[in-house]
């Protein structure tokens, strides 16, 4: 198996508002989420969240702690939210096992103990995409299916908007210390989510797109409201979205996105919001 990470440092708006192309790709962008027999992460100081991927294929892989954590286990210090975006797999923690259909979810506490990933059939890799951030205690493990979700369906077909937002590692749910997590699909026909925009600036973000066809893109837009800016992406990528940035998107097709937040409350409601015409 093979660990790859690198560190993102954060940005002030004013000088985000003056990146080019390039620079915005660089810093908010992460192309490379899943790779056979890889851990790939990124370590975002933004509220210090982890955005990773775990694709086992050939072999079992392990969460290595990695050195910027400066802990015995990846855990020691952190709570960790898993999709599995893949064919069936296990995470194991510690002694005990989770086994995890398409779209299901895994909480893990904080506390020091071996995490591995594993997929059921080689020829249908699980695809393991987490977010984890700091913890100040130790809250139980728990898997965590749509059936657990707090749905929330929203937006319209007229509006191009018409979605189910699943909240699943959410505190009505069950209890974290920091970290949210939950899934938007988008109904066929429709292609923008998060509108209105808002930000929050109690918490940041980070999304994942997937199911999203080969030949179709998502167009992700981040900025201060009147400062907008956009990046194009493909299937099974994911961006950072600061605490003082929107995070919308539009679409040439339908979609499913992974939302996870880190910060200084669990309020979901807690949201500063723009009117689309107001958006510049």
């Known amino acids: 198996m093979k660990t790859n990470y690198e560190v993102r440092y954060a940005a002030h708006p004013d000088d985000a508002k003056c990146y080019d192309t390039e620079r915005l790709r660089r810093d908010f962008l992460i192309e490379r989420v899943f790779a056979a027999d890889e851990v790939n992460m990124v370590y975002s100081m933004y509220d210090r969240m982890i955005v990773g991927g775990a694709m086992p294929v050939a072999e079992t892989l392990r969460l290595e702690a990695i050195d910027p954590l400066k802990a015995p286990c990846f855990l020691t210090r952190r709570e960790m939210g898993i999709f599995n975006v893949g064919g069936a797999g296990t995470v194991r923690a510690g002694e005990k096992e989770y086994r995890l259909g398409y779209k299901e979810a895994l909480y893990l506490g904080m506390g020091d103990r071996e995490v591995t990933f594993a997929s059921d059939d080689a020829s249908a890799p699980a695809r393991f995409y987490f977010n984890s951030v700091g913890a100040h205690c130790t809250y139980p493990d728990r898997k965590v299916t749509k059936a657990d979700a707090v749905v929330a369906h929203m937006g319209s077909l007229e509006g191009s908007n018409e979605r189910d937002i699943n909240k699943m590692i959410v505190s009505q749910v069950l209890p974290t210390c920091r ?14 989510n998060t509108m209105p925009a808002h ?32 990046i194009w992406m493909r299937g099974e990528q994911a961006v950072l979205s600061p605490e003082w940035s929107i995070h919308s998107a539009a679409a040439t097709h339908n979609y499913t996105f992974i939302w996870g937040m880190g910060g ?17």
């Open 179 to 192: 970290l949210q997590m939950g899934m938007t699909e988008l109904a066929p026909g429709s292609v923008w």
């Open 199 to 230: 930000i929050h600036s109690r918490r940041m973000e980070a999304y994942f797109y997937f199911e999203v066809p080969e030949d179709q893109a998502v167009c992700h837009f981040m900025g201060e409201p009147h400062q907008t800016r956009h």
């Open 264 to 280: 200084e409350n669990l309020d979901y409601g807690d949201q500063d919001f723009f009117a689309i015409t107001d958006l510049r």
